[in-house]
C-alpha cells in the first residue's frame, strides 16, 4: 500500500519560515521524481517544487530563491524549505510522487498525500 504523508504545515507571519516533510512507504519513491503541489481555495492544484533521482530540481517562478526541495532517499522523505514566507503562499500544500519526469503536470503523479495547510498572516 503506498502512503504519502505529509507534516510541517502551520501558521506564520509574513517573512517567517516552515519546512514541510514528506514520508513514503509502498514504493521505491528514489527512483521517481517528486514533487510539492499547492491548492488555495477557488484556485487550481499549481506546481510549487518537484525533483529527480538525480537531485536535479525545478521551481515555479513566484519561489525561486525562497523555496528549497530536497529528498532523503535512504529515509524515503521529501523536504520543502519554505523562507520569506507571503500571505500568497497560504494554500494547502500536497506530496506527490512516482512521475518518470522532473515536470510540474499533476497528471504524471501517481501517488498524493492527504495535504498539509500552510498559512502565512501579514
Known amino acids: 500500500q503506498v502512503q504519502l504523508v505529509e507534516s510541517g504545515g502551520g501558521s506564520v507571519q509574513a517573512g517567517g519560515s516552515l519546512r514541510l516533510s514528506c514520508v513514503t512507504s509502498?514504493?521505491?519513491?528514489?527512483?521517481?521524481?517528486m514533487a510539492w503541489f499547492r491548492q488555495a481555495p477557488g484556485k487550481e492544484r499549481e506546481g510549487v517544487a518537484a525533483i529527480d533521482h538525480y537531485g536535479d530540481s525545478i521551481y515555479t517562478d513566484s519561489v525561486k530563491g525562497r523555496f528549497t526541495i530536497s529528498r532523503d532517499n535512504a529515509k524515503n522523505i521529501l523536504y520543502l524549505q519554505m523562507n520569506s514566507l507571503k500571505p500568497e503562499d497560504t494554500a494547502m500544500y500536497y506530496c506527490a510522487g512516482g512521475s518518470r519526469y522532473l515536470n510540474f503536470g499533476v497528471s504524471n503523479y501517481g501517488y498524493w498525500g492527504q495535504g498539509t495547510q500552510v498559512t502565512v498572516s501579514s
Open positions: 509502498g514504493y521505491t519513491s528514489s527512483t521517481y521524481s
